[in-house]
């Protein structure tokens, strides 16, 4: 088989959609205006923005537009969510899950610095949060608890709305109301979004993670939820995010989300079948193996693998050589020895977890490409682990 080019790392970031560019291009060129001035320039952009944010609200079913901020991307949407809501509300503890994205695991250890008070529920051996144990860690305390809504490692999707049903529950006897967010960055696109059957009071999405541009996210807020800014200026949205809208990227990543939601049952028909078709290349071809991600409790593009005997980052390498990306565990630990926190919270042996690659498909994905990655790679990991004495001495 011929050499191509198969980008298998669509948790990291997303082509940006042709159709996406051509609804952007025109707040690059013509209407360029400042969205907060009252000439027709400004008065132009501003009605762009107020359309994308209708129409943002719509697709996740928020009951009103001023409940989206628009955020320069996942990260800042995470952090606004979490520190704001404490920075508002009497008590000084968050909860969280052991699996987060570092945008909320370091943000909530950041805070621990700072005074405040800060658990991580652990998982099971597939990375589902131990709801009994988030019950027992609830105190008077407590302002916000924030579990992702899917895995960016491992794609395992979340329970938010059992953890929705038992914080209202609580909440009912409670001055002080829990705050529920959910960094649901790696769901957007993937699953629609409904922030009232979800019982979210915070949501957090990043354009570029579906084929969106880079640079631009969304945090919803409930109506009602006491949350303070984290940075300080102008009034642009709504005083919880000042500074020159993004309106290019808004309306990017709107048109992304409305596309998304149109075609996501058959993409995510398309995605699941070329994944499952890959878990069982891989396990038909390759010995020693061992499948991080439970195929039916996750996103339908995630594939997190472990290769026993293998260093993944010597892996990864040779795979790029060949034209195929993937990544070791999530783009955003790699440089880092060790471990990754994800796959040591579901229990993986640490010695495998050095040898583990996520492939995230995506919508440019075909048959063709999973066909030449089961060729490949086979032969790169018994390449690989010729190479290691522990494979020898096995
Ligand atoms: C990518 C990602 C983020 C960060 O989003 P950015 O827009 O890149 O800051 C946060 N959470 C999860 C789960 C992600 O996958």
């Known amino acids: 088989m011929n050499k191509r080019n198969v980008y298998l790392d669509n948790s990291a970031t997303t082509q940006t959609r042709s159709e996406v560019i051509t609804e952007m291009m025109p707040y690059f060129s013509n209407i360029y205006g400042n969205a907060s001035s009252v000439h027709t320039y400004g008065?132009?952009?501003?009605?762009?923005?107020?359309?994308?944010?209708?129409?943002?609200?719509?697709?996740?079913?928020?009951?009103?537009?001023?409940?989206?901020?628009?955020?320069?991307?996942?990260?800042?949407?995470?952090?606004?969510?979490?520190?704001?809501?404490?920075l508002a509300n009497d008590?000084?503890?968050?909860?969280?899950?052991?699996?987060?994205?570092?945008?909320?695991?370091?943000?909530?250890?950041?805070?621990?610095?700072?005074?405040?008070?800060?658990d991580y529920i652990s998982t099971n051996n597939i990375g589902r949060i131990n709801i009994e144990e988030?019950?027992?860690?609830?105190?008077?305390?407590t302002v916000i608890v924030s579990i992702m809504h899917a895995n960016n490692e491992i794609g395992v999707m979340e329970p938010i709305e059992e953890v929705s049903k038992i914080l209202k529950d609580i909440n009912k006897t409670r001055k002080n109301k829990i705050l529920l967010h959910t960094d649901a960055v790696q769901t957007a696109g993937k699953i629609k979004l409904d922030v009232q059957k979800l019982g979210v009071d915070l949501l957090s999405v990043s354009g570029h993670k579906f084929y969106g541009p880079?640079?631009?996210?969304?945090?919803?807020?409930?109506?009602?939820?006491?949350?303070?800014?984290?940075?300080?200026?102008?009034?642009?949205?709504?005083?919880m995010k000042p500074g020159t809208e993004n309106v290019a990227?808004?309306?990017?990543?709107?048109?992304?989300?409305?596309l998304a939601n149109l075609e996501m049952e058959k993409e995510n028909r398309k995605i699941f079948y070329l994944r499952k078709k890959l878990a069982d290349g891989i396990i038909e071809k390759i010995p020693e193996i061992?499948?991080?991600?439970?195929?039916?409790?996750?996103?339908?593009?995630?594939?997190?693998?472990?290769?026993?005997?293998?260093?993944?980052?010597?892996?990864?390498?040779?795979?790029?050589?060949?034209?195929?990306?993937?990544?070791a565990g999530s783009a955003c630990?790699?440089?880092s020895a060790e471990p990754s926190h994800v796959l040591s919270a579901i229990g993986a042996n640490p010695l495998a977890a050095q040898g583990t690659l996520r492939f995230s498909l995506g919508r440019y994905n075909t048959d063709e490409d999973i066909d030449y990655v089961l060729e490949v790679l086979p032969k790169l990991v018994e390449r690989v682990r010729q190479m290691s004495p522990i494979w020898k001495k096995r």
């Open 134 to 141: 988030l019950k027992s860690k609830i105190t008077d305390d």
């Open 290 to 327: 061992v499948i991080n991600t439970d195929i039916y409790s996750s996103v339908p593009n995630v594939l997190s693998v472990s290769f026993n005997y293998i260093e993944g980052e010597t892996l990864l390498l040779m795979l790029d050589m060949a034209g195929i990306a993937a990544s």
């Open 333 to 335: 630990a790699t440089g």
């Open 91 to 118: 008590g000084n503890h968050v909860i969280t899950s052991k699996i987060e994205h570092h945008a909320v695991l370091f943000t909530c250890q950041n805070l621990e610095k700072h005074g405040y008070k800060a």
């Open 214 to 239: 880079k640079g631009i996210g969304a945090l919803y807020i409930r109506k009602g939820t006491k949350i303070e800014p984290l940075f300080h200026g102008g009034h642009h949205e709504f005083g």
């Open 249 to 258: 990227g808004i309306v990017g990543m709107t048109k992304a989300l409305e």
């Open 43 to 86: 008065q132009k952009a501003k009605a762009a923005l107020t359309k994308a944010r209708e129409t943002f609200a719509k697709l996740i079913n928020a009951q009103s537009p001023e409940e989206i901020i628009f955020t320069s991307c996942g990260t800042e949407a995470d952090n606004i969510a979490i520190v704001g809501s404490l």
